[in-house]
Nanobody
Protein backbone atom coordinates (compact mmCIF):
# COMPACT_ATOMS: atom_id res chain seq x y z
CA UNK A 1 0.00 0.00 0.00
CA UNK A 2 1.25 3.48 -0.89
CA UNK A 3 -0.24 6.61 0.60
CA UNK A 4 0.24 9.82 -1.34
CA UNK A 5 -0.24 13.36 -0.06
CA UNK A 6 -0.06 16.35 -2.38
CA UNK A 7 0.72 19.91 -1.37
CA UNK A 8 1.70 23.21 -2.93
CA UNK A 9 -1.46 24.20 -4.74
CA UNK A 10 -2.96 27.65 -4.54
CA UNK A 11 -4.10 30.73 -6.39
CA UNK A 12 -1.72 32.37 -8.85
CA UNK A 13 -1.99 34.92 -11.64
CA UNK A 14 -1.47 33.96 -15.24
CA UNK A 15 2.22 33.75 -16.01
CA UNK A 16 3.07 32.76 -12.46
CA UNK A 17 4.61 29.59 -11.05
CA UNK A 18 3.84 26.94 -8.48
CA UNK A 19 5.64 23.82 -7.34
CA UNK A 20 3.55 20.86 -6.30
CA UNK A 21 4.89 18.13 -4.04
CA UNK A 22 3.66 14.60 -3.49
CA UNK A 23 4.97 12.74 -0.47
CA UNK A 24 4.76 8.94 -0.46
CA UNK A 25 4.53 6.75 2.61
CA UNK A 26 6.26 3.68 1.35
CA UNK A 27 9.98 3.07 1.79
CA UNK A 28 10.10 1.27 -1.57
CA UNK A 29 9.05 4.50 -3.31
CA UNK A 30 11.99 4.05 -5.64
CA UNK A 31 10.27 1.01 -7.19
CA UNK A 32 7.30 3.05 -8.37
CA UNK A 33 6.77 5.16 -11.45
CA UNK A 34 4.92 8.35 -10.62
CA UNK A 35 2.47 10.46 -12.53
CA UNK A 36 0.66 13.75 -12.21
CA UNK A 37 -2.88 14.09 -13.48
CA UNK A 38 -5.41 16.90 -13.30
CA UNK A 39 -9.16 17.23 -13.35
CA UNK A 40 -11.31 20.30 -13.77
CA UNK A 41 -15.09 20.46 -13.23
CA UNK A 42 -17.06 18.62 -15.87
CA UNK A 43 -13.97 17.11 -17.48
CA UNK A 44 -12.28 13.75 -17.29
CA UNK A 45 -9.05 13.34 -15.41
CA UNK A 46 -6.16 13.94 -17.80
CA UNK A 47 -2.50 13.06 -17.91
CA UNK A 48 -0.01 15.83 -17.15
CA UNK A 49 3.41 14.23 -16.61
CA UNK A 50 5.11 11.00 -15.56
CA UNK A 51 8.53 9.98 -14.35
CA UNK A 52 10.22 6.59 -14.25
CA UNK A 53 11.25 4.94 -11.00
CA UNK A 54 14.85 6.09 -11.41
CA UNK A 55 13.97 9.57 -12.62
CA UNK A 56 15.87 9.00 -15.84
CA UNK A 57 12.81 9.21 -18.08
CA UNK A 58 10.08 11.83 -18.09
CA UNK A 59 6.96 12.30 -20.20
CA UNK A 60 4.61 15.23 -20.65
CA UNK A 61 1.27 16.07 -22.14
CA UNK A 62 1.64 18.35 -25.14
CA UNK A 63 -0.34 21.06 -23.35
CA UNK A 64 2.31 21.43 -20.61
CA UNK A 65 5.51 20.55 -22.46
CA UNK A 66 8.11 23.26 -22.02
CA UNK A 67 6.26 24.80 -19.05
CA UNK A 68 6.05 21.97 -16.48
CA UNK A 69 8.87 19.83 -15.09
CA UNK A 70 8.44 16.60 -13.15
CA UNK A 71 11.20 15.38 -10.86
CA UNK A 72 11.65 13.08 -7.90
CA UNK A 73 13.80 12.60 -4.82
CA UNK A 74 13.87 8.92 -3.86
CA UNK A 75 15.61 9.69 -0.56
CA UNK A 76 12.76 11.97 0.49
CA UNK A 77 10.08 9.76 -1.09
CA UNK A 78 8.74 12.79 -2.92
CA UNK A 79 7.83 13.69 -6.48
CA UNK A 80 7.54 17.29 -7.66
CA UNK A 81 5.80 19.19 -10.41
CA UNK A 82 7.30 22.57 -11.19
CA UNK A 83 4.74 24.60 -13.12
CA UNK A 84 5.83 27.77 -14.89
CA UNK A 85 3.95 30.24 -17.07
CA UNK A 86 0.65 29.03 -15.69
CA UNK A 87 -2.47 29.82 -17.68
CA UNK A 88 -6.17 29.85 -16.72
CA UNK A 89 -6.68 26.58 -18.58
CA UNK A 90 -4.29 24.93 -16.10
CA UNK A 91 -6.86 25.46 -13.35
CA UNK A 92 -7.73 22.04 -11.92
CA UNK A 93 -7.29 19.66 -9.03
CA UNK A 94 -3.89 18.04 -9.44
CA UNK A 95 -3.41 14.45 -8.31
CA UNK A 96 -0.28 12.39 -8.05
CA UNK A 97 -0.38 8.66 -8.68
CA UNK A 98 1.91 5.65 -8.36
CA UNK A 99 2.31 2.36 -10.16
CA UNK A 100 5.01 -0.31 -9.92
CA UNK A 101 8.02 0.16 -12.19
CA UNK A 102 6.96 1.38 -15.65
CA UNK A 103 5.39 4.73 -16.50
CA UNK A 104 2.05 5.24 -18.20
CA UNK A 105 -0.12 8.13 -19.37
CA UNK A 106 -3.34 6.21 -18.67
CA UNK A 107 -5.24 6.84 -15.46
CA UNK A 108 -6.41 3.24 -15.09
CA UNK A 109 -2.81 1.97 -15.08
CA UNK A 110 -2.11 3.63 -11.72
CA UNK A 111 -2.77 1.77 -8.49
CA UNK A 112 -2.48 4.52 -5.89
CA UNK A 113 -3.79 8.08 -5.86
CA UNK A 114 -3.55 11.12 -3.67
CA UNK A 115 -6.52 13.28 -2.71
CA UNK A 116 -5.35 16.15 -4.87
CA UNK A 117 -4.42 19.80 -4.49
CA UNK A 118 -6.29 22.70 -6.08
CA UNK A 119 -4.52 24.96 -8.53
CA UNK A 120 -6.36 28.09 -9.63
CA UNK A 121 -4.92 30.46 -12.22
CA UNK A 122 -6.55 33.86 -12.61
CA UNK A 123 -6.39 35.85 -15.82
Amino acid sequence: QVQLVESGGGLVQAGGSLRLSCAASRRTFGNYAMGWFRQSPGKEREFVAAISWSGANTYYADSVKGRFTISRDNVKNTVYLQMNNLQPEDTAVYHCAARPFSTSHRTHDYDYWGQGTQVTVSS
